[in-house]
């Protein structure tokens, strides 16, 4: 729920060790109950502990279900300190009005850095070469090691990281190449390739950046691998089902490729005691990596910066721009229409807040529940005001735990 009381009486409940900086802008924006944990806590003392906590923020152990939600009666909004949001139970929080928000793009030059140094790591044959010497071994040689100058760099996925990785891959004079399902404007010297296919015919190291999508899964098999060049080089560090594992380490097993840097997996630990399993252990020209793409100091601290700085918008004016489980409502920009506004019919009292702000405006407005499904219904508000009213309704509407986005009819 959008708060309007004064930063010092809001408490926020920080878990996980997240980083300090995230301290550090609540305490620029005045907030002054700010309880720091280190560690993520048993079940029982979370439940304690956030039944009076205005703003939780987490990292990705801590889950927050509908029940441990349930028992934060002052929450008001939830805070990931990382990308993924699977750890909180979306719907749960969106149905008590607490909007969730993340992280997605402050490790982008972490992720970009990584595939940058994979990529000279693979062409120079470091990885082969470290492992001969740790095992005493020496053979001093020119053979399989190239300069990355003038290599060309087939980026699969050409979003954040793609585009990151493209720049600093032609800083260092590589030629970039792209394929995406969208079309994209093209950053510095790279060009979108013809397709697919002509990417992994031309590029010397195929990158990939695509997002874990039902057509994303196993989209890199044998028929693709098959086609890249012989002695070409895979880099990995997107999601690990995008790759089909096996038909890897068996193109690596053939010699069809020279190596290959994986920093994910089909099926990755759950913890840091749990056994690492992988087909493409013990191949030297392979660097594995244990999901640390984001993983820089660097990258926590922007991420603490990026998700506090969230929370204390929305505490001050109730902006729910960002939020993964609660979109912005864009209503309605002109004073004539007619709009299909989308709510969470579980909210408590939606409807009737919305009925209330249009009746209290003097506005002419026809809401009537139309249609439901398990979580949302659409109303049809018919807007007849004057343009300041109808910038005034805008930001009484968003304001509403439960409205989500807008559709115009006209
Ligand atoms: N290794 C790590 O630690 C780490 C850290 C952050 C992100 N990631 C992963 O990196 C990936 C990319 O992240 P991002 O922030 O650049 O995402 P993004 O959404 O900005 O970019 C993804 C791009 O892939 C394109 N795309 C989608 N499906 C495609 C397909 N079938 N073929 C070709 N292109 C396709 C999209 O159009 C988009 O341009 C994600 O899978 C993310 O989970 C990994």
């Known amino acids: 729920m959008k708060t309007s009381f004064p930063r010092q009486d809001i408490k926020v409940l920080l878990l996980e060790g997240v980083s300090r900086t995230a301290v550090e802008v609540f305490e620029r924006a005045g907030y002054s109950q700010i309880e720091y944990h280190a560690k993520s806590l048993p079940e029982d003392e979370l439940k304690a502990r956030v039944a009076d906590a205005h703003i939780i923020g987490i990292r990705s152990r801590t889950h927050l279900t509908a029940e441990v939600l349930e028992h934060a009666k002052r929450l008001i909004a939830v805070g990931c300190y990382c990308i993924g949001t699977n750890q909180v139970e979306l719907t749960a929080a969106a149905r008590l009005g607490v909007p969730v928000f ?58 954040h990281i793609g585009t990151q990785v493209g720049v600093l891959a032609e800083s260092l004079g590589m030629r970039v190449i792209f394929h995406d399902i969208e079309t994209k404007l093209s950053l510095g010297n790279a060009r979108a390739a013809g397709n697919l296919d002509d990417l992994l015919e031309r590029a010397d190291v195929v990158t990939l950046h695509v997002p874990e999508t039902p057509a994303t899964k196993l989209m890199f098999g044998k028929n693709e691998l098959d086609r890249m060049r012989k002695g070409s080089l895979l880099i990995n560090a997107s999601r690990g089902t995008v790759v089909d594992i096996d038909a890897l380490a068996d193109a690596l097993r053939k010699e069809h490729l020279g190596g290959a840097a994986i920093d994910v997996f089909p099926v990755e630990p759950k913890g840091n005691d749990d056994p690492f399993v992988s087909p493409l252990i013990g191949m030297d020209n392979v660097i594995l990596t244990p ?19 969230k929370l204390v918008r929305y ?26 506004l989308h709510i969470h019919r ?3 009292g939606v ?13 002419n407005i026809d809401a009537q529940f139309l249609q439901t499904n398990a979580d949302v219904g659409y109303v049809v508000i018919d807007v007849s005001a004057d343009e ?21 009819l006209y």
């Open 388 to 408: 300041q009213q109808a910038a005034s309704l805008k930001d009484k509407l968003a304001a509403i735990p439960g409205t989500l986005r807008t559709r115009v």
């Open 291 to 309: 999901h640390i793409g984001g993983s820089t100091l660097e990258a926590q601290d922007n991420i603490g910066i990026e998700v506090a700085s």
């Open 351 to 363: 409807l009737s807040r919305i009925n209330e702000l249009f009746s209290a405006g003097n506005i």
């Open 102 to 159: 993340n992280a997605p793009y402050s490790n982008t030059r972490s992720v970009a850095e990584l595939v940058i140094a994979e990529a000279i790591m693979l062409l120079r044959g470091i990885p082969q070469k470290n492992a001969l010497c740790h095992r005493g071994g020496w053979t001093k040689s020119a053979s399989g090691s190239f300069e990355v100058r003038d290599k060309v760099l087939g980026i699969i996925g050409y979003g």
């Open 315 to 340: 505490s001050d004016n109730g902006s729910t721009l960002s939020a993964v489980n609660f979109p912005e409502v864009a209503l309605p920009e002109h004073p004539r229409s007619r709009r299909l």
């Open 346 to 348: 579980n909210v408590p």
